[in-house]
C-alpha cells in the first residue's frame, strides 16, 4: 500500500512502524493531531517535516519520508514539545529511534553538520562519560573541518570560546566520570544491538 504526500507516493511499511514504536516506547499513538508541539517548536520554522507530522508519519510506517527528512537532524532534544503535548508524547524519543535507524541504515544525511554535532557528542560522553564542552567543540570543528578554517563562523566561534574560557566556563581538563566501565558497557550493548550497516548483529 502505498500514501500520496505532495505528489510522491511512500510505501506503507507496517513492520518499521511497529519497530519505531518498539524503539522509543513514546506512545505515540494517543496522538490526536492538535499540533501543539508544533505550535510550541523553536526549530519547526527550518524543518520540512513538522514535528505533529514525524509522529504521524512514523505511526504510518512512511519510512522513506521520515528516515531522509531534515527534521530528525534539525530537533533540538528541548522538549518544549513533550512539555505541550496533552498526551504526553515523548517526541524526542520517536526523533531519537529516526536518527538511530537513519545511521544504521547507512541513510544519506540531509544536515551534514548536525550528524557531525551527532557523532562528536556521543564519542566524547562515550570517552569521558560527560560532555566536555571543549572536547565537544575540538572534535565538532575537527568533523566540519573547520578546525583551521578561518571563515566568520570559525573565528567568530574561536572568540566565543576565548570570552567562555576567560568566564571560566570551559575547563582544559574537565573531570571524568569515575565508573565509567558502566558508560562503556552501554556503548558496548548499544553496537551489538544497532550494528552499523553492514556488520551484522553481533
Ligand atoms: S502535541 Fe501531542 S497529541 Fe498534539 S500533535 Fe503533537 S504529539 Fe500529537
Ligand atoms: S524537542 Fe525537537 S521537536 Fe520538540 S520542540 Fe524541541 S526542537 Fe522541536
Not at 134 to 156: H, I, P, Q, Y
Amino acid at each position: 500500500m502505498t500514501v500520496r504526500i505532495k505528489n510522491t507516493d511512500y510505501q506503507v511499511d507496517a513492520a518499521f512502524a511497529r519497530e519505531i514504536g518498539k524503539m522509543c516506547n513514546a506512545h505515540a499513538e494517543r496522538c490526536y493531531q492538535c499540533m501543539m508541539c508544533t505550535a510550541g517548536c523553536p526549530v519547526s520554522y527550518a524543518m520540512d517535516l513538522k514535528p505533529h507530522q514525524v509522529v504521524r508519519f512514523a505511526q504510518m510506517g512512511l519510512k522513506d519520508l521520515v528516515l531522509n527528512c531534515s527534521t530528525i537532524w534539525l530537533c533540538a532534544s528541548c522538549e518544549t514539545c513533550a512539555t505541550r503535548c496533552p498526551n504526553e508524547i515523548e517526541i524526542v524519543r520517536v526523533m531519537d529511534a529516526l536518527r538511530e535507524t537513519a545511521i544504521r541504515e547507512g541513510i544519506e544525511v540531509p544536515e551534514k553538520a548536525a550528524r557531525a554535532f551527532h557523532d562528536s557528542f556521543l564519542k566524547v560522553i562515550r570517552g569521558r562519560g560527560r560532555i566536555s564542552e571543549l572536547g565537544l567543540m575540538t572534535r565538532l570543528k575537527w568533523a566540519t573541518g573547520e578546525m583551521f578554517s578561518l571563515s566568520g563562523r570559525a573565528l567568530a566561534d574561536m572568540w566565543l570560546g576565548w570570552r567562555m574560557f576567560v568566564r571560566g566556563k570551559l575547563k582544559f581538563f574537565p573531570k571524568k566520570t569515575e565508573d565509567r566501565q558502566v558508560i562503556e558497557r552501554m556503548f558496548e550493548r548499544l553496537d551489538k544491538e544497532t550494528p552499523p550497516p553492514g556488520k551484522g548483529a553481533g
